[in-house]
């Protein structure tokens, strides 16, 4: 059985005066195994994030359903932690207490001790711990980066949903924090599922078991899924050369180019 | 309607702000650092050999300050010329230096007490002061929470809304004849008619503040499930406080404008009593001093709140 299962989502927003209403997800079906990877691209506007929201349970689909370990979701749960576009930390609490307000609020039955060692490990996974007593603006956007990871990590997920999580960052950053990412997935976690939005070809190929590839209308909202076929760890320097990789590549670059020549 | 459509959000704009751009007029509180360099002088910028500069770099703020004092010297100057000849034209005002000379003759024995109502001018400010601050005081214990929940729940908003909205417009003086019946005693009415006063700028404004928590801190909370306790203390309050220091500003603001009119109506004690038994007295020259030192104290109290609101400012940023 899948761990994530999405059945016939259908999503409007209504239109305001002038614009008609977007139909944003058309009919979207997905499963996703445990322990997969899978990221979602597409052009704006497109509904990734908005179906990472829905299943995130922040936005509730006009039709279909989203199920997880076989439950349907209505609520956002412990079982699923984001790491969202803009950092969005609490700007008066430090590193350290953004982690471990989290970790608490999603594990309420969970003893003291074993929350601070949780939010430590995962402080010190991603390199902040000498840090923790700062607060967001005292540092930069990848360590604010860097703290949402810790928090969404910290609260113990079985999946993990990542809207954009590089997005605002250096190229030199993205690849640091995309290696913390992986290891804290693969070894450091009992995080099994990762769902990713992203704008970016190659994090999406490095990081992916498969890739979902979403357009807008009047194309369906799912083109395409490609399997990423690269054995794991993948090196980002020799990876580019493995003909797999440029063969996804290829492929995903035609299907975005479709997708915008569709559109206008 | 929006929480924010019917709330007076006034920025934080200093008492006496010149309208040019300034660089050391008190406005912005992210310009800190501008007006920290502006004001200091640094010692290798000074000492620096500058080709062009024949002056040295610390004297152009020294000239801006002399002329804004200056100018501000001109302008009172001027209004205090206008005053003498209205004054000289009208024949029943007192003239400046009639008024000054009482100004003086007040101060100079201000904490008098000779009994009921022949009190120093110093003692009459000290006890309007006290009223507004305990109206104020507990406008603000009232408001605050009040206005939280109705900022953090919309059915809250809407049972509060169209009373809040009903009773705001109201000169709270009308609220003077309930609070003589109610506490039977002229003093705690005014405190009443005070707390009434700051309750409505304090209540809108904290409910701004608490309603305009950004989608995404929002969003941490519920994908976190924080609970109730942890999200109005971790994200409500934090960034509801600036709003809240605004409302508070405001109402003080207010409330020392009419605690003057309450104690006319309510005699006895204070500075609005000490005016009306002046002009009960034929002594507009002391009429004309309390209304200096009732501006002056105002200037103290909004510079005093302007701080406070410097202070939680400063913090949201990270300091």
Known sequence: ?????????????????????????????????????????????????????????????????????????????????????????????????????????????????????????????????????????????????????????????????????????????????????????????????????????????LLADRIVVMGNPPQPSIVDIIPVELPRPRDRVTVIDDPAYRQVQQRLLDLLHADQQAVA | ??????????????????????????????????????????????????????????????????????????????????????????????????????????????????????????????????RVFSGFALAALVGVPLGLLIGGSRRAWQAVNPVVQILRPVSPLAWFPLGLVVFKDAPNAAVFVIFVTALWPTVLNTAAGAASVPEDQHNVARVFRFSRFSYVRNIVIPHALPSVVTGLRLSMGIAWMVIVAVEMLSGGTGIGFFVWDSYNASNLSAVISAILLIGCIGVVLDCLFLWLSRLVGAKESGQ
């Open chain 2, 1 to 130: 309607m929006s929480v924010t459509g019917h709330v007076t959000k006034v920025e934080n704009t200093a008492v006496a702000m010149p309208p040019q751009p300034a660089p050391e007029s008190p406005v912005a509180p992210e310009s800190e650092a501008a007006v920290e360099s502006a004001a200091a002088p640094e010692p290798g910028a000074a000492a620096a050999p500058s080709p062009d500069a024949a002056r040295p770099t610390w004297l152009a703020p020294v000239q801006r300050t002399a002329a804004a004092v200056g100018w501000g010297l001109l302008g009172g100057l001027l209004f205090v010329g206008l005053w003498a000849v209205v004054a000289y034209r009208s024949g029943d005002l007192p003239s400046p230096s009639s008024a000054f000379s009482t100004l003086i003759d007040l101060l100079a024995d201000p904490f008098r007490d000779g009994g009921e109502t022949d009190k120093g001018i110093g003692l009459q400010l000290a006890i309007s002061l006290g």
């Open chain 1, 1 to 205: 059985m899948s761990q994530l299962e999405i059945d016939g989502l259908h999503m409007s927003f209504p239109g305001r005066r002038g614009i008609a209403p977007q139909h944003v997800l058309r009919g979207v079906d997905l499963q996703v195994g445990q322990g997969e990877f899978v990221s979602l691209i597409g052009h704006s506007g497109c509904g990734k994030s908005t179906l990472l929201n829905v299943v995130a349970g922040l936005l509730r689909p006009n039709s279909g359903r989203v199920l997880v370990g076989g439950q349907p979701v209505t609520a956002p749960g412990p079982d699923r932690a984001m790491v969202f576009q803009n950092y969005s930390l609490l700007p008066r609490l430090s590193l350290l207490a953004n982690v471990r307000e989290a970790a608490r609020s999603a594990n309420p039955q969970a003893p003291r001790e074993r929350i601070d060692e949780t939010v430590e490990r995962y402080l010190s996974a991603v390199g902040l711990w000498e840090h923790r007593n700062k607060r967001p603006r005292q540092v930069s956007g990848g360590m604010q980066q860097r703290t949402a990871v810790a928090r969404a990590f910290a609260v113990g997920p079985r999946i993990l949903l990542l809207d954009e999580p590089f997005g605002a960052l250096d190229a030199l950053t993205r690849a640091r924090l995309q290696e913390q990412l992986l290891e804290l997935w693969a070894n450091e976690s009992t995080t099994e599922t990762v769902l990713m939005v992203t704008h970016g070809i190659d994090e999406a190929i």
